[in-house]
């Protein structure tokens, strides 16, 4: 995260070939059966080049993002209703080798560029008064196209305290997020020669398999992320077996969305519209800027129905509208769904009147709630090649394709570290005083003065310091191989993320202009907890540096170094470096309206009678996690209950939503058994090849 500007200065639009050029245009037959000629580019499935849009469609998705394109995908496979998607961005065709080409997160990276809302929060008291970036993907697949490419999920505990703050929450709860992960998933197991050298332990029970996003592990593994988890072993922290299955705790080396057939990134577009033929029923359309929703006029007041949205190519560019007839489904991320709220006249009532939007619906937790990771490094000098070190010299530069493994490697070597791991037993007093400072917490640290919201922020604290008792992440340790700093790439960086923060923040519009930005103030380490947790956490990342057998790469410690060594040192120098870990959340969260909630347990707007929230803006509590497999879950189970509404598809049997030809993405899928050699993929093999290599990141995520 430290490395930003570096990575900034390696940008490089370049305008390689677009993967979707030529094409014909033809009369075939759709999966549904039925005989279609299509306007649309045979080859560029469903997203409209020609801004040729119907004037109407049932369902209206705004933001094609992580979630916006798999429940547009999902919503799309019954032939009788169509969707339209409506992305800010462009498709990314032009950039399709810094989106596809995994390693190009670092080295290609679309962060500060014209595919990046390039965000950034208000100045952070306790961040030395530092305005802290914000990237979020702005491009067909959203934030799933620019981010680190973790593909790991939160714990069962942790989805089931989420389940149990919302009356209806058993559609939230461990069991279904995790039937919906699987569904959205294609898992494919490490080849022997990677597991070994990785020292990679997995479960294939825990998988998906017949899913559209790609979920693996890379081609290429540097020899130092073998020593990971018996490393972390040795300081307390066991490894996990199974870190997908609902234990997500201890150290592992995380998969990856990537795709193995070609090394290539499974982002939302890649894993959900591209393999889908052309659907008559589907349009995707890129540059439309949604600037509002449009109520019918008469609707009752307490049950205000859209009939159309208003969307713009440009701040000055005409405002068109289209029209929706069942419901509109708001995907525009953390940020972008509670912005559309508010300018649309939904949301607190005194952020609406100060910039002359009308009120038709006073609700004061648009916006708050918000939380967030945050994030540092400890970083040592390594005699070992790097990641960073390879790609520098050109040693990923092979012919004939084979740069492609080594250009999938990715940091993947993770640990979720526990309250106890991070305090001893002293975490028992800790989380005493937590739930002590409860009240105190409520009537100075929320960025509102309205009951309902303070009631919110409670009941999230109440759930967050109950979590602290169990075995659970608080901070996330990740090796990250991938960067530089000023003077070498030979860098090993050592990442502590806190997870299960007690600060929560606001976003609020100050203009209503929509391609103004939202003022974004997340109140980062506001709640002094989070400041003893991340703490804890940097000082477990010095002490694996310097343990066996990852010490052995070690060669000195080059930040902050031996100056920081009491508690007030590792504060003040945290407090001038973190950043964000990119999880922004719980911005539009699923809680009751009487604790500030935006949606229930259906997604519906508290207040609107066809609106729904559904992405990484609805989880009412952060999870110790990265927040895309769970976008997917999210995704997959709105799908589900949107249709279970429209389709009659019973929600209890997901697996009934499928569509009807193997060429489309959805589909039902056997059991998953452990058809694969798993005694041997269960037994931690710290064989080592000391080939030597490592490498240093530039970004957490
Ligand atoms: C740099 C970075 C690294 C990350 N690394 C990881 C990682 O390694 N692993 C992981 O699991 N998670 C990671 N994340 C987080 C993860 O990618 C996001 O949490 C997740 O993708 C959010 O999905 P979403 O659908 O909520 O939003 P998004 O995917 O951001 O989609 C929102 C979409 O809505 C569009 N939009 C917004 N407003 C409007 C509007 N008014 N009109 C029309 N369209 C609009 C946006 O352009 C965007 O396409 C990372 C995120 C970032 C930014
Ligand atoms: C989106 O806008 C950009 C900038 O004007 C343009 O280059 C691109 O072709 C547009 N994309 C589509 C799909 O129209
Ligand atoms: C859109 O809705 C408006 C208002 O209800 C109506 O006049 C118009 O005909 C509709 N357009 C289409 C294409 O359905
Ligand atoms: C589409 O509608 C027709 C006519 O109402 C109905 O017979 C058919 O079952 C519907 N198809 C799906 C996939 O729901
Ligand atoms: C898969 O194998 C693992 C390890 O042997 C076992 O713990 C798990 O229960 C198995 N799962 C299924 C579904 O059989
Ligand atoms: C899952 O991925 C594997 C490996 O790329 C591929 O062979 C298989 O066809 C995929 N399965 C589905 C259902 O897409
Ligand atoms: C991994 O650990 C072994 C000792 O167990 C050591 O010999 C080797 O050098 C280490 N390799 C790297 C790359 O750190
Ligand atoms: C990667 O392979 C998939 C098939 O598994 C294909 O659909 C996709 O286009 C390929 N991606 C690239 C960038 O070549
Ligand atoms: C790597 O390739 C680039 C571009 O071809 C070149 O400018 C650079 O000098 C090369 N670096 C090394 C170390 O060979
Ligand atoms: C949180 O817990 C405290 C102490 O148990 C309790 O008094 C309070 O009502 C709870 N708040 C909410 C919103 O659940
Ligand atoms: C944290 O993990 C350690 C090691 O597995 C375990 O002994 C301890 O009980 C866990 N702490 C909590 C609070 O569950
Ligand atoms: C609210 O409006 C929606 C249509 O927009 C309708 O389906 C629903 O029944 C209404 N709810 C109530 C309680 O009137
Ligand atoms: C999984 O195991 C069950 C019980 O043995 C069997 O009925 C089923 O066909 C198996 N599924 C697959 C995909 O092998």
């Given at each position: 995260m430290r490395s930003l500007s570096l990575l900034l200065a390696g940008i490089s639009l370049s305008s390689c070939a677009s993967a979707f050029t030529g094409g014909h245009r033809d009369i075939f037959h759709d999966e549904f059966g039925h005989e279609v000629r299509s306007d649309h580019d045979l080859r560029r499935r469903n997203i409209v080049y020609n801004g040729q849009i119907s004037g109407s469609y049932d369902f209206v998705i705004v933001g094609g993002g992580t979630a916006g394109l798999a429940i547009a995908a999902r919503l799309s496979e019954d032939s009788n209703h169509t969707v339209l998607v409506l992305e800010a961005g462009d498709t990314g065709d032009a950039v399709a080798s810094s989106i596809n080409i995994p390693g190009n997160a670092y080295y290609s990276s679309l962060l500060g560029s014209s595919y990046d809302w390039n965000y950034q929060t208000v100045p952070q008291d306790n961040a030395a008064n530092r305005q802290i970036a914000w990237p979020r993907g702005k491009v067909l697949s959203g934030s799933s196209a620019i981010n680190g490419l973790y593909a790991v999920r939160p714990s069962k505990l942790e989805v089931d305290a989420w389940g149990a703050l919302v009356p209806g929450g058993d559609k939230w709860n461990w069991n279904s997020l995790f039937a919906a992960m699987k569904k959205s998933e294609n898992f494919t197991a490490p080849s022997a020669q990677i597991e070994a050298e990785g020292s990679i332990m997995y479960d294939p029970a825990s998988h998906g398999t017949s899913g559209p996003v790609h979920v693996s592990y890379p081609g290429y593994i540097l020899p130092v992320v073998g020593n990971w988890t018996q490393t972390l072993s040795d300081i307390g922290i066991p490894f996990s077996a199974d870190a997908n299955g609902g234990d997500g705790w201890g150290g592992f080396i995380a998969t990856s969305t990537i795709n193995p057939a070609n090394w290539t990134r499974s982002h939302s577009r890649a894993a959900y519209i591209d393999p889908l033929p052309p659907r008559p029923n589907l349009d995707i359309l890129a540059n439309s800027t949604v600037t509002r929703l449009i109520f019918a006029a008469g609707s009752p007041q307490n049950n205000l129905s859209v009939n159309s949205v208003e969307?713009?190519?440009?701040?000055?560019?005409?405002?068109?509208?289209?029209?929706?007839?069942?419901?509109?489904?708001?995907a525009g991320g953390a940020i972008g769904s509670p912005q559309v709220l508010m300018l649309s006249g939904v949301g607190p009532?005194?952020?609406?009147?100060?910039?002359?939007?009308?009120?038709?619906?006073?609700?004061?937790?648009?916006?708050?709630?918000?939380?967030?990771?945050?994030?540092?490094?400890?970083?040592?000098?390594?005699?070992?090649?790097?990641?960073?070190?390879?790609?520098?010299a050109n040693a990923t530069d092979l012919p004939?394709?084979?740069?492609?493994?080594?250009?999938?490697?990715?940091?993947?070597?993770?640990?979720y570290a526990n309250i106890s791991d991070l305090l001893g037993d002293y975490y028992t007093t800790f989380q005493q005083d937590i739930a002590s400072a409860l009240s105190t917490s409520a009537s100075t640290l929320v960025p509102s003065t309205d009951p309902t919201v303070r009631a919110g922020y409670e009941a999230i604290y109440n759930a967050t310091v109950q979590l602290m008792g169990t075995p659970i992440g608080q901070i996330e340790i990740l090796l990250s191989l991938t960067g530089t700093s000023q003077s070498s790439n030979k860098i090993i960086a050592i990442q502590a993320a806190l997870q299960h923060p007690f600060s929560q923040g606001r976003l609020y519009i100050n203009s209503s202009d929509p391609f103004d930005p939202p003022v974004i103030d997340p109140n980062y380490a506001s709640h002094s907890a989070d400041i003893v947790m991340l703490r804890e956490g940097l000082k477990l990342a010095r002490k694996l540096g310097g343990t066996a057998p990852l010490s052995s790469a070690v060669l000195s410690e080059v930040s902050p170094g031996a100056a920081v060594q009491s508690d007030d040192d590792w504060d003040a120098w945290a407090a001038k470096g973190f950043g964000t870990e990119f999880h922004p959340s719980c911005s539009c969260a699923m809680l009751p309206l009487a604790q500030g909630g935006v949606v229930d347990a259906d997604l519906k707007v508290y207040g609107l009678g066809?609106?729904?929230?559904?992405?990484?803006?609805?989880?009412?509590?952060?999870?110790?996690a990265h927040l895309q497999m769970p976008t997917y879950g999210?995704?997959?189970?709105?799908?589900n209950i949107v249709r279970a509404q429209w389709n009659g598809v019973a929600l209890s049997q997901p697996s009934s939503v499928t569509p009807p030809t193997p060429t489309s993405t959805g589909g039902p899928k056997p059991t998953d058994n452990n058809t694969t050699s798993d005694a041997a993929a269960l037994v931690p093999s710290i064989s080592l090849a000391l080939a030597g290599a490592v490498a240093v990141l530039a970004f957490g995520l």
């Open positions: 969307f713009a190519a440009t701040r000055t560019g005409a405002r068109q509208t289209v029209n929706v007839t069942k419901e509109v489904i708001l009532s005194d952020v609406l009147q100060a910039v002359n939007i009308p009120v038709n619906v006073n609700l004061p937790g648009v916006g708050q709630h918000l939380q967030d990771h945050i994030s540092t490094q400890v970083t040592f000098q390594t005699s070992d090649d790097t990641a960073a070190s390879l790609h520098a004939n394709g084979q740069s492609s493994p080594f250009l999938s490697f990715i940091n993947s070597a993770t640990a066809n609106v729904r929230v559904a992405d990484a803006s609805v989880f009412p509590i952060q999870f110790a999210l995704a997959e189970q709105a799908a």
